[in-house]
């Protein structure tokens, strides 16, 4: 019993003590319950929280459209309340345009078999009706069991704007590469061509289909492609090319000059090239045109040295050989080549420049008489015979291979005054040949050089002339000094004791004459003027002129008609000076004191002032019928003391420097 009872007890016990476990157990389940619900409700406070301020526009629908939920993000997005969203169908609020309907079943018709879709991009119309671009996914979540639409949703208007303007500009860049007049042309690292724009297609002459893709060695010519890779090569390897001139090839074989720039394009590490971008400059015409103003004033150059040929040289030959020459000198043509004319129309004689022995097969033309086909044309027209293809032109002319390597044929008549003397044929650059400049310039050559003919032909004609007319002058003037010494002996003669007075008196003069610079025509006149000053005392009576007494006023007023008398006679005759007035005005004197018209200073003719300087002193230093002689130095007293009263001053001295310095004597 006592067994029974105690067990009875421990059992009370033990039940007590499960029961003080079990409440315990069921306390602390309730705790950990509340902790469980507690963390719980932190949890989807906390991940509302991520969801209300996600940056990005988060929302919830159901699969039919409706919204069910959506944050901060997707109120500022739409500019509706999330109130007013909720429970609202995207069709309802008008979100999207009719355009983007279909597409957006399409999204719904995915989630609802499960499938995540997007970013998908959309125009999303706001609640002011204002429009942003949206990029949406969605993504199906089991929500309570049931199916709905989890879409994530970002404004993407700036990039949008920026994708677009992005868009524009490169655009904007195609267009302008495309449409710039300036050619531009992209090549990579391995000097292949990627860009070709319009503008390189006129200048190469290939399309941009042609080349693309191929290396570019291939708009150079063979003989360029070296340098111009090796420009190049640098530019790719990283070297800064600066500006520089290179030729390329067109696809009709017309070589262009082209002024490139040209800049490298790198990765996006700005460590490597991986392409380059040049633009070029089409310069052909101005090269050509500076080419062409060389060529011109080379062909002045030569012109201006054909034409001081011209005013030097006198013979024939070496004028046109000398023109030739220079005109091949200054390397304004290639060869130049003259045939000259008889009077007959005959070849007389050629010449060339530049040919060398490619002239021999026209020596033998010229020979049979005959000349080349821009020869013959060349004679029958006054224009310049332009050969631009000597090859089709002239087939048979025995220079067609060589004016065909050096260009183009210009050929012309050498003519003056509608005299042709014969004809100048040149070669010269194909692309001056039509040049109208250029005809002219080469025209003004032939005409200079017929002009120069013209000149040796006028030349010869004129020292013929001149010739003869010396001959025919040294006949008169031998005539004439007959003539002149005819009169002074017919005055000594009549007054044989002054014989010899007339030349002794033009000794003086001349000399004195010479001394003061005077003209040889001059000199002449006074040398003529004073071999017959005297010659007007073939008129008075020989008892006079030899009376061996003082004469008397009667006697002295005759003899002072000599002057008068003498000039009578002689004005009649044509001297080529005054000899008359001369002779008429030797006795005058400076004061008005002589005869016959008591004329003064320089009233007086000088060379009438020399001979009466040159008289006096001769006749007081010679014998006298009425005196003998006073001698010189009475006679260098005499024009002495009356210097500048009587007798030029000028003149006096020079007689006193000759005499006294230079030893003049009387022979």
């Known amino acids: 019993m006592k067994d029974e009872d105690k067990t009875k007890v421990d059992l009370i016990k033990n039940l007590k003590t499960l029961r003080k476990k079990q409440k315990k157990s069921i306390a602390n389940n309730i705790t950990e319950r509340k902790q469980a619900e507690g963390k719980l409700q932190d949890s989807e406070d906390y991940l509302k929280m991520l969801f209300d301020y996600a940056p990005d526009v988060y929302y919830i629908s159901d699969l ?55 970013p998908d991009e959309f125009v999303l119309n706001r609640k002011d009706n204002s429009k942003v671009a949206v990029e949406i996914s969605t993504y199906p979540v089991k929500i309570k069991g049931k199916t709905l639409v989890l879409s994530i949703a970002r404004d993407v208007t700036k990039r949008k704007q920026a994708e677009e303007k992005l868009s524009e500009t490169k655009e904007y860049l195609e267009n302008l590469m495309k449409y710039a007049n300036a050619p531009i042309i992209v090549w990579d690292a391995s000097l292949s061509i990627t860009r070709f724009n319009r503008a390189f297609e006129n200048l190469s002459g290939y399309n941009k289909n042609e080349v693309i893709g191929k290396k570019i060695k291939i708009l150079f010519s063979k003989d360029k492609i070296g340098s111009t890779l090796e420009h190049i090569q640098k530019t790719s390897s990283g070297e800064r090319w600066k500006t520089v001139e290179i030729e390329i090839r067109r696809k009709d074989g017309e070589p262009r000059r082209v ?289 061996p007494t003082k004469l008397s006023d009667i006697e002295f007023s005759l003899i002072k008609e000599h002057s008068q008398i003498g000039y009578n006679i002689l004005q009649s005759i044509d001297f080529s000076y005054p000899v008359a007035e001369i002779v008429l005005q030797h006795h005058e004197r400076l004061n008005g004191s002589g005869y016959p018209h008591h004329l003064k200073d320089d009233q007086i003719f000088l060379e009438s002032r020399i001979i009466g300087v040159a008289d006096v002193v001769e006749a007081m230093s010679s014998h006298r019928p009425y005196r003998p002689a006073l001698g010189i130095d009475k006679a260098l007293e005499e024009i002495s003391q009356n210097r500048g009263i009587l007798y030029d001053p000028k003149v006096v001295d020079i007689c006193l420097k000759l005499f006294k310095e230079k030893g003049f004597k009387f022979k």
Not at 80 to 95: A, D, P, S, V, W
Request: hydrophobic fraction near 35%; proline fraction near 3%; aromatic fraction near 4%.
């Open 64 to 118: 039919k459209g409706n919204f069910i939920d959506g944050n901060l993000a997707a109120e500022r997005l739409t500019g509706y309340k999330r109130e007013e969203l909720i429970g609202e169908n995207f069709l309802k609020l008008k979100l999207f345009s009719p355009i983007d309907i279909p597409k957006i079943t399409k999204l719904l018709v995915k989630s609802l078999e499960g499938q995540p879709t997007g």
């Open 259 to 547: 002024l490139w720039n040209s800049a490298n394009i790198l990765d996006t590490e700005k460590k490597n090239v991986i392409a380059t971008i040049a633009q070029g400059q089409d310069i052909t015409k101005r090269k050509q045109a500076e080419e062409r103003i060389k060529h011109l004033n080379l062909v002045l150059y030569a012109i201006r040295k054909v034409n001081q040929l011209i005013v030097k040289e006198k013979n024939r030959e070496r004028l046109l050989k000398g023109a030739c020459n220079n005109l091949i000198k200054t390397r304004g043509y290639y060869h130049a080549q003259i045939v000259l004319l008889d009077e007959e129309g005959k070849i007389d004689t050629y010449t060339e420049a530049g040919l060398g022995k490619e002239f021999l097969p026209l020596v033998k033309l010229f020979k049979k008489g005959e000349v080349t086909p821009c020869g013959r044309l060349a004679l029958k027209q006054r224009d310049v015979v332009i050969i631009e293809n000597p090859t089709s032109a002239c087939p048979d002319c025995p220079l067609v291979q060589a004016c065909s390597a050096r260009g183009s044929v210009m050929a012309a008549r050498l003519e003056h005054d509608s005299t042709i003397y014969g004809i100048m044929s040149i070669s010269i650059p194909v692309h001056f040949i039509t040049d109208k400049e250029e005809q002219a310039l080469f025209k003004e050559v032939t005409g200079d050089i017929a002009l120069g003919l013209h000149g040796i032909k006028l030349g010869k004609k004129l020292d013929k002339q001149t010739h003869d007319l010396q001959q025919s002058y040294q006949r008169t003037k031998r005539a004439m000094d007959a003539t002149i010494e005819t009169m002074s002996k017919i005055v000594e003669a009549k007054d044989p004791y002054t014989a010899g007075h007339q030349q002794r008196v033009s000794q003086l003069a001349t000399a004195i004459a010479k001394e003061l610079n005077f003209s040889e025509d001059k000199i002449e006149g006074i040398r003529i003027a004073s071999l017959i000053h005297d010659i007007g005392k073939i008129g008075l009576p020989t008892e006079i002129l030899s009376k």
